[in-house]
């Protein structure tokens, strides 16, 4: 058995005691663990099964969302419906005002359509301050990344040790296919984002996501006009790297 003594140890223990679970036991698995574990929802249909998971078996697993003032109206009400539903409390982290003004100053409310840059601190300012706060004293923080969604994504592990914010990051639907996710969904009747159906696979910020063509991979229409396979908005890839990578996210 292996001895854990870093949190680095630990990660690496877990992920390897979590490849052998279904989604509800690996949720059950961290937390049980000491420390607090929050799992931060975009209300996408991946983490809408999370959701589902931890409101379903009640697992003492903190709930929060990002509302960055930018979603579509289908994103926010189906925060309430989704609430209702599993009878859980979502909680929504704001950007401050103060740094949503600096930035229209400087770049425009819309200024992430003229440079990276200006996307990557439209990104900071509305998600990656507020995420910072969502997770101040987590140990865990639970994600609905899938390898199958991109190939930015494709090594996923369950868990693993974010240096950078200094908790370990469990991804309980690394393994998980998009027809595993739907089969779920169905199973469990999940209330999901009606754009979905409208050819929204990944569905961000409203002036940021637009619906993909047939064939297109799933996280085609989020920044579509950067010409990246590999941007995403720093949630999940270090700001640092962001920061060196010419067209991230
Ligand atoms: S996805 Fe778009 S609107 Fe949302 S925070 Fe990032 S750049 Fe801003």
Redesign the pocket.
Known sequence: MMTVTTAADLARALDQQLASANLTERLRIVAGLDGRAVFTTSLGIEDQVITAAIGLAGLPIDVFTLE?G?LFKETVDLIAETEERFGIAIKRFYPKQDDIDAYASKYGLNG?YESVEA?HA??HV??LVPLAEALSGARFWITGLRRSQSGNRAATPFAEYDAERGLIKVNPLADWSLDDINTYVEAESVPTNPLHKRGYPSI??E??TRAIKPGEPERAGR?WWENDEKRE?GLHVPEAATSLVPTPA
């Open positions: 960055t930018r992430f996307r439209c990104c509305r998600k961000g910020c002036p940021c920044w908005c």
